[in-house]
Structure formats: structure tokens, C-alpha cells
């Protein structure tokens, strides 16, 4: 080790390199030659020889304050001599040398070259060496050693490689982690420490206030998907729904967990959703409605606080703050979980715990809200909301009732579920839905008009939303369309309901309204300026509707015969179908005409069997089912025209099932060229194309098949 000079002093500096004797006639330093030192002695066996037993010494004290002794050992007959520093104390000095302690001031004041030592400047330092999957990190001073290190790379990977007599120079760290690897685990860890976070705060030892307050929390943080994603594999809402079960109990904390599952029940993987949960829901929204909450500080406060976060999530056309409570939020959260894969044990957990009453009051209530408005004390904006919101219920009810093929065992159930929703609280629901269908259609019917009269006004104004606010979808959203979409929502429940049940149909034909309404519907939408696939579906559904009120009834037949349409029209309401049916077959046949010969039409045989192609029973499903893929892919806008007539065709077809003698040359009448051939060629067209996809139901079938042989044997 190189001469140190200064402040500091290393051990070996004053053990060996400071023996030096300064005289006043000498001013140079002269070393002092001593006999061999021992630099492995026991300092404490020396210390203890020279105190208790001194020995035998010849001592030399010089100026200067460097003290040469010769200490004579008796025990091994050899004599030892050891240089002392007897001057003033220096920092750091010690007669042990276990206890010294060594400073490299370079390194500490940050020097890479000391310009007092000119050998240390051609010296090199050795270079730390990072590779991918290897850290080494220099643990030892190499001032005076020169490293070398190899980089290989092999296979993709990085290797450095040390020589083994300096690998003791380094510490080598394997297994280095991924950035991406060490995110998740910060992700991870994150995760447990705001789950311990809020679970302390769900305690019931805990304020109110901070109970809520991190229900709050945790719904927000509920918001992100990577939050929901470690509550799935934890399976940590269990425990979270363990705590809060006294919520039902609390106003405010009965707000806040009903909040919570909202949020989760937003996810598409509602794993977390069990009977178990569901009885919550439904415990959370009883207990609410039996207390008042207007006087709760804490639940206004709450509640408040909710709206906040809701309309900075963009869901401010879901939750109005006039209706914000614990059966609100319970019954969106049911509107999310029916969108995402409804189970069978669900519908049946709804209907035992008197959920589907929740749902049909609710809808009572808001349809109910809509219609004292009569003095028009809500704005087009706070109507559209109600107007939305009763439509999702309305399809989370149809969600619920509809058949679910590959999970419903039985058709029993659905059954039973149909028949609860129907007959609840004396068809409640029926009523409700015949009401909002005469708002729907008086709202239709006004903002049509003033579509029709300042389309390019209001595309301009919509465009101009659109660019102004785009998460704000009543503003930029076309009333009218609104309307039409709520007209077939309620058209598409109630063939749900009243599909192959006698009981519902004769109750709903009972009012004369609603009757009424479904013929102004027809003609509404007929007349209105909307595309053909948006006029496709609403007048499909209304005549599917109106199909299951013919064939489930023994009288509704005789209003179609006698009655005139609403509105004060003359007109009979046959009259009006049959016009209805020969209008839709003549746009078919235009269409038709304008692309290939159809598959059904391509012989020009005059009997029907062999047009339709079906003169050998034993291979007509091989020919159609060979063909069924290619008139798909032919058919256009003529197929739902067909489609519209095929339905027409049915409800006048069930008509001549009732009393084929007595209306029959009526009928007859107003067909093409006074014939039933084109109703049977359009009748048998549909019988082949639902057999093939299967839409209709085995009563459907054979009352269909009914039909179609009826109105062939009327072929002249």
C-alpha cells in the first residue's frame, strides 16, 4: 500500500511507513531498522504481557515522540521489538488493529485521480457489468487490480463471464425480474394493502361516517378493471359482503354497499354474483323502503357524494338525483347482470325472493310518473330519462321471463316465471305497459312531425352535439327513435307473455285501449319516414303480438272482421291487413325481380308444390337445407318485405281457421287478382324457411302448417 499523507492515516501507515526518526540536526526522516514485526500478534496478549510481567527492554525515546522498545520474551527466548507512537492522538488511532478503521478519501470525495499520486493515475478501475438476467456489484476496492470480463451471448441470453480468481471481487445477483414482472407484483401488492386498508374500515367497531366513507372508496376503486380483476382471483368480496352484512340495517351504509355492487355488476365477469349476493340485494332494498331516510344527515350526504362520482363516470342518463335510492341502484345492478349471461338459478332466486315484485313496482311507478305529466312539468331531457330507464327494466324483465335453451332443464320453469310476471298484483305489469304504449305513441307521433318537418335543422343540431358533448347520448340521440325503440320493447315482452297462454291473451284484449293502440301503432310506423329495417322490426313484432291474441282467442277474430280502424276511419281493420299484405308481396316481387331468379321460384311449374320445389317429401329437406345458405345470401331487402306479408298472411290465415266459411270470399276479395295463390306461395315460402332455422315453436309449426294447407285447399 502506497504512503498516505495527510489528516487520515491507515493502520499500516502508522505501523510501518511512519517509523520515522526526526532529529533537530537531521530534519530529514531517517528509518529506524527494527528487528522483524509480528503483524499477526494477539494485541491483547501483548498488552496483558507488557503490564502484568514486564519484561526485560531496552528503550529508546526519540524527539520526535516515536519510542523504539525491545521486549525480551522469557516463554520463547526471542526478542521482539515494537515501535510506539507515543505523540498526540490522530483520528481514528488505535493500538488494536482489529478496530481500525481504513478511509479511501478518494472515493469518498468523489476524485477518480489523485494528482499527489502520480502511480495511482496509470491504474484502472474496474468496470461494473450489467446484463440482462446477471448484476454484479462490486464489493471490494480494486484500486490496484485490473479486471477483465467476457461478454458471451448465447441462445438469446447474455452471459458475462469472470475469471475465477476474481470472482471474489463481485457479488453476483441471478434471477433478475422483468419490469413487467416486477409491475404485477407492485400491482399485487397494492391490491393487499387497500383490501387491509378497507377492511379495517368495514368494521362495525368503526365510525358510521368512516364506514361509508370507505364503501365509497372502494367502490370508486371497484371502477378499474385491474382492481375487479385480483377481487375475482381473491374472491375477496366475499369477505367485504361478510362485514357490511349489517348494512341493510343502516341508511347510509344500505346506499353505499347497494353502490358497490352496482359498480361490480358493470363487469362482464360478474363471478362474484351468488344467491348469497342476491339475497343481499334484495334484503338491502327492503329494509330501504320500510325507513325514511329525509331526515339522515349521513344519507343525504351520502347520496350526494354517489351522484358526484356518477356523473364524472359519464352515467348521468342512468341515475336522475329525484329517484337516486337503495331500489334504484339494486335494480340496475340487475339490469347488468341480466346483459351478461343470466343463469338459470338467477331467475328462479328473483322470483322466490319477490324480486320480480320489485322489478314490476318500479316499472309501475315510473310509467305512473310519466303520466301526470300532463301540465308538462318535465322537460324533453328529464322525460327521456324516465322514458330509458323504464325500458330497461321492461328488458330486464324479458331477460328474465325468455327461454334459455342451454341452461333452462325444464320448460316448467319458465312457465311459472311467465305466469308470476304476468299475474302479478293483477297483471300490474299489463297495465302499466298499455299505458306507456299510448305515451309512447302520442311522443312518437308528435316528434316524427317534427322530424319530418326539420330533418336538416336537427341533423345539423345533433351534428353539433355530437362534436360538443360525446358521452352525453340524450342530447345527441333522436327522440323519435327513442320512442320507436320503447314501442318495441314493450311489443317484444308482451309476445313473450302471451305465447301459447289463453289466460294472458284474454286479458289484454280486454282493454279496448290497448287493442286499439297496437292497429295506431301499425300505422304509425308504416307512415313514418324510418328506414325499412327500422320499420321491419316494429311491424314484425306488433303482428307477432297480435298473431298470439288471434290464435289464443275465440273472439279477437271477430273484432278484426267488424271493427274499423281507429282514428275515425272507415276502413275495416281486414281491410287494412289485406292492403297491408299485398303492398308488402308487391315490394318483395319488385325487389326479386331486380336481382336472380330466387331459389324457391326457379321451375315454372303452375302447381304450388312443384314452384316451392317440394313435389318429393323425402327430398325436400335435402334440397332445402342445400339451398337454405345460398338464399340467404340472395335475399335483400325483399326478405323482410316477405316477411312482413308471411306475418299479414297468418293473422288473415287464422282468421279462415276460425270461420273459413263466412269470411273467406271477404278475404278473397282483396288478394291478387282475387286469389289465394300468392298468400299460399308466401305462406309456404315461410313455412320452409322457419322449419329450416328453426325459429318457431312445435305449437307454431303446426299451426302454421294449419294454415298453409288451408289456404292452398282455397287455390282455385
Known amino acids: 500500500m502506497t504512503t498516505r499523507r495527510g489528516i487520515f492515516f491507515s493502520s499500516k501507515s502508522r505501523s510501518v511507513d511512519t517509523n520515522l526518526i526526526l532529529t533537530d540536526k537531521n530534519p530529514s526522516p531517517t528509518k529506524i531498522e527494527s528487528s522483524d514485526i509480528i503483524n499477526n500478534e494477539d494485541p491483547s496478549g501483548s498488552s496483558s504481557n507488557s503490564q502484568t510481567s514486564p519484561p526485560k527492554s531496552t528503550t529508546t525515546t526519540i524527539a520526535t515522540g516515536i519510542v523504539k522498545k525491545k521486549l525480551i520474551l522469557k516463554s520463547s527466548k526471542r526478542t521482539l521489538t515494537k515501535t510506539i507512537y507515543s505523540g498526540p492522538r490522530k483520528i481514528f488511532s488505535t493500538s488494536y488493529k482489529a478496530n481500525r478503521a481504513q478511509l479511501n478519501h478518494k472515493a469518498f470525495f468523489g476524485g477518480e485521480t489523485d494528482e499527489y499520486n502520480l502511480d495511482h493515475n496509470e491504474k484502472t478501475s474496474s468496470i461494473q457489468q450489467i446484463s440482462k438476467n446477471s448484476l454484479f456489484v462490486k464489493s471490494k476496492s480494486t484500486d490496484n487490480i485490473r479486471t477483465t470480463t467476457t461478454t458471451i451471448i448465447e441462445n438469446g441470453r447474455t452471459k458475462v463471464v469472470c475469471p475465477r480468481d476474481q470472482k471474489k471481487m463481485y457479488t453476483v445477483v441471478p434471477n433478475i425480474r422483468q419490469p413487467t414482472t416486477c409491475e404485477e407484483l407492485g400491482e399485487t401488492q397494492s391490491y393487499i394493502d387497500d383490501m387491509d386498508f378497507f377492511l379495517a374500515g368495514f368494521q362495525a367497531d368503526k365510525l358510521l361516517s368512516s364506514r361509508c366513507l370507505s364503501a365509497v372508496k372502494f367502490a370508486e376503486l371497484c371502477a378499474k378493471p385491474s382492481f375487479r380483476m385480483h377481487l375475482r382471483t381473491e374472491s375477496a368480496l366475499v369477505r367485504v359482503l361478510d362485514i357490511l352484512k349489517d348494512a341493510p340495517e343502516l341508511p347510509s351504509l344500505n346506499l353505499c354497499t347497494a353502490f358497490i355492487l352496482y359498480v361490480l355488476s358493470s363487469d362482464t365477469l360478474t363471478s362474484g354474483i351468488n344467491p348469497s349476493t342476491v339475497r343481499l340485494m334484495i334484503e338491502l332494498v327492503q329494509k330501504s323502503s320500510s325507513k325514511n331516510n329525509n331526515d339522515d344527515e349521513e344519507y343525504k350526504k351520502m347520496k350526494q357524494r354517489i351522484m358526484v362520482i356518477i356523473n364524472q363516470s359519464s352515467q348521468d342518463d342512468i341515475f336522475y338525483e329525484q329517484r337516486l335510492n337503495t331500489c334504484d341502484i339494486i335494480l340496475e345492478t340487475f339490469v347488468n347482470i341480466s346483459r351478461n349471461n343470466l343463469k338459470e338459478w338467477l331467475r328462479n332466486e328473483a322470483r322466490t325472493l319477490n324480486g320480480y315484485d320489485i322489478m314490476i313496482d318500479s316499472i309501475s311507478s315510473i310509467v305512473q310518473d310519466l303520466s301526470n305529466n300532463d301540465f308538462e312539468c318535465y322537460t324533453l331531457d328529464q322525460i327521456l330519462i324516465r322514458y330509458r330507464k323504464v325500458c330497461r327494466y321492461i328488458n330486464m324483465l324479458e331477460d328474465f321471463c325468455s327461454d334459455n335453451s342451454e341452461q333452462t332443464s325444464s320448460s316448467s320453469n319458465k312457465d311459472i316465471n311467465r305466469i308470476y310476471i304476468a299475474q302479478y298484483s293483477q297483471y300490474l305489469l299489463f297495465h302499466s305497459l298499455s299505458k306507456l304504449l299510448d305515451l309512447s305513441l302520442v311522443w312518437f307521433k308528435q316528434y316524427s312531425s317534427t322530424n319530418d318537418n326539420n330533418s336538416n335543422e336537427n341533423k345539423t343540431t ?255
Request: hydrophobic share 40%; proline share 2%.
Open 462 to 716: 345533433t351534428a353539433s352535439s355530437v362534436k360538443t358533448d360525446n358521452t352525453d347520448e340524450i342530447k345527441t340521440s333522436n327522440p323519435r327513435d327513442i320512442f320507436r325503440d320503447g314501442c318495441k320493447t314493450i311489443m317484444s315482452i308482451l309476445v313473450i307473455l302471451t305465447n301459447d297462454c289463453e289466460v294472458h291473451c284474454d286479458h289484454l284484449t280486454t282493454d279496448d285501449r290497448f287493442f286499439s293502440n297496437l292497429f295506431r301503432l301499425l300505422v304509425s310506423i308504416e307512415q313514418s319516414s324510418l328506414t325499412n329495417e327500422d320499420k321491419f322490426d316494429a311491424l314484425a313484432l306488433t303482428l307477432n303480438l297480435l298473431i298470439n291474441l288471434v290464435q289464443n282467442t275465440k273472439h279477437v277474430y271477430k273484432h278484426l272482421m267488424e271493427d274499423n280502424m281507429p282514428g275515425g276511419s272507415s276502413k275495416k281493420i281486414y281491410e287494412y291487413l289485406a292492403d297491408l299484405f299485398c303492398e308488402q308481396e308487391d315490394l318483395a316481387a319488385k325487389a326479386e325481380s331486380q336481382e336472380e331468379n330466387d331459389w324457391m321460384m326457379e321451375d315454372g311449374e303452375d302447381d304450388l308444390d312443384q314452384r316451392l320445389g317440394i313435389q318429393n317429401p323425402k327430398n325436400a329437406n335435402n334440397e332445402n337445407g342445400a339451398n337454405f345458405n345460398r338464399a340467404l345470401q340472395k335475399a335483400a331487402g325483399h326478405m323482410e318485405n316477405t316477411f312482413v306479408a308471411a306475418f299479414t298472411g297468418v293473422v288473415l290465415g287464422v282468421i279462415l281457421l276460425r270461420d273459413c266459411a263466412t269470411y273467406a270470399s271477404q278475404i278473397q276479395a282483396l288478394m291478387p287478382q282475387k286469389k289465394f295463390d300468392t298468400m299460399a306461395f308466401i305462406l309456404k315460402k315461410f313455412f320452409i324457411f322457419m322449419q329450416m332455422s328453426h325459429a318457431f315453436t312445435p305449437s307454431g309449426v303446426k299451426i302454421l302448417d294449419e294454415i298453409t294447407s288451408l289456404v292452398l285447399s282455397l287455390c282455385g
